[in-house]
């Protein structure tokens, strides 16, 4: 499966089940090799999805997502 295939499904997924993809990828990564960027976006990965867990978020659909950021660009 191509990384663009499975990020295609990826973008698929609600709100939390892509805010637990993305902090599961995020603690597979070497942490010793990352930038402090890269820490950053993991952080806020975490708090994503703590925000959505407890429901102080509502998340929405991949697709939905997509296009209401290519309006703003």
Do not use: C, F, P, Y
């Not at 709100?15 to 603690?27: D, F, H, S, V, Y």
């Not at 402090?36 to 925000?51: F, M, P, T, Y």
């Amino acid at each position: 499966m191509s990384l663009k295939q499975i990020s295609k499904q990826a973008l698929s997924l609600n709100g939390l089940q892509r805010a637990k993809l993305a902090e599961m990828l995020a603690i597979s990564l070497d942490t010793k090799t990352l930038s402090s960027i890269d820490k950053s976006w993991i952080q806020i990965a975490s708090d994503r999805r703590e925000e959505l867990t407890s429901e102080k978020i509502k998340s929405i659909e991949g697709k939905k997502a997509l296009a209401q950021a290519r309006k703003k660009s």
